[in-house]
């Protein structure tokens, strides 16, 4: 609670410099779009182009998919996680203090993720615990699949998850929330948003609070956290021509973990045990701010941006501090887009990195010294769009001063056959650096680092066909295929058997089907479901904690005059294999985690025009499962609560 302080100085200087971030007041200027009906193929992205320039879903090449406002609130939406089960292709696994995602059978660090576009991933760790992501009213998603390192460098081989929060002009005035409920649960969220002729402000708070549930087979020891977000965002329009943006944002969790026991001459040797005195703290601040001038009538506009992100993560055990580290990240960035006629768009875009990251607890072992890694990225793109026939071109190079340059490319193209079909292909590469940990990291005798691997690469591609059913329905089918050289992996040399990274020799591979459904069942009723099979592999051995199989649907009843609500939501995950460090050798054995399914309910009620009541339950048939080996994931749980709206 002590860098409060820091964290409202830092909100507050976004207020002060006021911007949209990516134009989202142009995006968001009318109500958000209803839950997925038939014109959710003309539903707006912006994080699929560097341009800046808005597009629509049914004029992208590649596989993108929206959750919009509407269907976070209708699912009670409170770790943004759960609702990605529900996005094709998307595979989530986590414990305590550590969430990953994985995109078509990638790595959780080779997804890019954006909040408000600031890139949030620990430059330490690689990737973005998105378990610290929680949902603020008014927020949205798009989730874009396949590489995308042509626009945004490293990090986006599978592909890239845009979080954007609203703007005081999208979504003006006052919105809280408070609710609690079993296992010791409260949380609660406060927005208010305001805009004048010339500017928009918003800013929000949320808390998520747990006494948790134990997550050791066997185990007593409830694993519970605490999760705080303070954010804030604006714009203001000094001229006709040139507006100014800012975006500012401060993470901080606290919770339990438990360990897995590494005494060998114990029964529960490489097991998840209930460890006392285990606890972690991450904390991240985010800031951007940047400004945007139209020339030509606004056909020529200029944009230049600054960002940074700090996050410090640290974990404690029964002794004390077990382990520390530290990353922050410096981002400049140019983008200039020119509008020709006839729908054509030339972009080009620079940007200039610089990642810091050092072990903050010398006691751990290995390197304590600060490393930097200094990358520039030179960005060429060209959209058409017509009203039959779309394409799109990206090409990058990134000069690396720690690892080989390289060149990415993404192409696509989209053709609608009838006013109801559209086909679409879309080819690129990717490119992933190697992380701090990866390169430097130390675990007594148990892990050593890596300083001589090189970064892994990607090609891939993809078709689909969009389909709208009648007048309230779309269907969306792709199949994806995807290749990956170098892949980082865990090997164990003799004679000591010690955990180090390597590069692979041989080719991962990754090729599946995604499938998705939106329709209006009837007045009252509509459905949102989604599959996803994946065939992951490395030289024919199956990619670990990537299910085959992925399926979810959420059928919503809403009442005339939208008075009440009720969203039943199952999700499916199939048999996962995982590895297990049940031998001393500490050389894993594969194991196979059963299938799960997830059965969510709520309903919510209008007791006046501005204030709700409503319930929730999650893991309603108590469905015993585990993401992770030996770690067992929450049970049933249940909550109450009011929301005001004015």
Known sequence: MKNFALL???????????VPVWAQDEAQEDNQPPISTAAARNDIIVSASRSGLLDTTGRYPGAVSLITADQLDQRQTRDIADVLRDVPGVAVAGIAGQTQIRLRGSEANHVLVLVDGIEVSDPFAGEFDVGTLQAEPGARLEVLRGAQSALYGSDAIGGVIAYQSASGRAVPGFAARLEGGTQGT???ALRYGANGDSWDAALSAVVVSTDGQPSARGGTRDIGRDSYTLAGQGSVNVSDTLTLRAAARFIRTEGLFNDQDFDATSPTFGFTIDSPGSRFTNEAIYALVGARLDTLEGRWTHDLSAQIADVARDTFGAFGQASGSKGDRVKASYVTAFALADDHNLTFAADYEVEGFRNTLA????????????????????????????VSAAIRHDINDLFQDATTFRVGAGYRITETTRLRAAAGSGVKNPGFFELYGFVDGRFIGNAALRPEKSTGWEAGLDQQIGENANLAVTY???????????????????ATPANRATKSKQRGVEVSLAAKLAEQWSLDAAYSYLDAEENGVEEVRRPKHIASAALTWTAAGDTASATLVVRHNGATPDVAFTDPSFVPVRVTLDDYTLVNLNARVKLTETLSAFARAENLLGEEYEQVFSFVSPGRSAVVGVEARF
């Open 363 to 390: 006691s751990s072992g290995g390197f304590t010294g600060r490393r930097e890694v200094e990358q520039v990225g030179l960005v060429g793109e060209y959209r058409y769009a017509g009203e039959v026939f779309d």
């Open 480 to 498: 994806f295929d995807s290749e990956l050289e170098g892949e980082i992996f865990t090997t164990f040399p003799p004679p000591n058997f010690i």
């Open 8 to 18: 409202g100085s830092v909100a507050g200087a976004a207020l002060v410099w006021a």
């Open 186 to 188: 409260v949380n609660g």
